[in-house]
Nanobody, 123 residues
Framework: QVQLVESGGDLAQPGGSLKLSCVAS????????IAWFRQSPGREREGLAV????????YYPDSVEGRFTMSRDKAKNTVYLQMNNLKPQDTGVYYC????????????????WGQGTQVTVSS
């Protein structure tokens, strides 16, 4: 069983930056894909960034490419999401999730989820 705990959510101004963290415990994550998702009010949960469990490559959808960067510190069993040039539409609850194998941006693909951290972008 894997436990994930997100942190770093906050109130930010448009154009600002935030860095989220997700600490994993309970199991080794070698071979596991880990991802960040966002649930915004009135919208379906969407994938924002994925680090592949097979080769460690990070992937992003077009909607956040160039603004969001995901990284991983294996020694700390922690992943990060650096978010720059924040927009009001980035407001939402941010989750990290993980599952075995090579996974994509579909939330149905992931077995383990954190409880989320709130990000609000507003002036």
């Amino acid at each position: 069983q894997v436990q994930l705990v997100e942190s770093g959510g906050d109130l930010a101004q448009p154009g600002g930056s935030l860095k989220l963290s997700c600490v994993a415990s309970g199991s080794e994550l070698d071979g596991y894909t880990i991802a960040w998702f966002r649930q915004s009010p009135g919208r379906e949960r969407e994938g924002l960034a994925v680090i592949s469990g097979t080769d460690g490559t990070a992937y992003y959808p077009d909607s956040v490419e160039g603004r969001f960067t995901m990284s991983r510190d294996k020694a700390k069993n922690t992943v990060y999401l650096q978010m720059n040039n924040l927009k009001p539409q980035d407001t939402g609850v941010y989750y990290c999730a993980t599952g075995a194998g090579f996974l994509g941006f579909g939330d149905y693909e992931y077995d383990f989820w954190g409880q989320g951290t709130q990000v609000t972008v507003s002036s």
